[in-house]
């Protein structure tokens, strides 16, 4: 999904993010990659990332790897 449309990809997540710039995107959900610069809140106690007028799931399984890409975690 972006602003304007929603996608239907046959390829898995892991595909689409060995193609984009892993410093820019980061998986935060097995259903979901965000853009880093698009975040514009996390809340933990709701495992909820805010981007724009979204608010998305935030695995836990992911949260560490979030949490390095926004240098939140050594």
Do not use: C, W
Request: glycine share 4%; charged share 25%.
């Amino acid at each position: 999904m972006t602003l304007h449309k929603k996608f239907v990809l046959r390829i898995s997540l892991r595909g689409i993010l060995e193609k984009l710039d892993n410093e820019q995107f980061v998986r935060v959900h097995r259903s979901y990659i965000v853009q880093r610069n698009a975040i514009e809140s996390i809340s933990l106690g709701e495992n909820e990332i805010s981007l724009q007028n979204y608010k998305i799931p935030m695995g836990k399984k992911y949260q560490d790897e979030l949490f390095r890409h926004l240098n939140l975690l050594q």
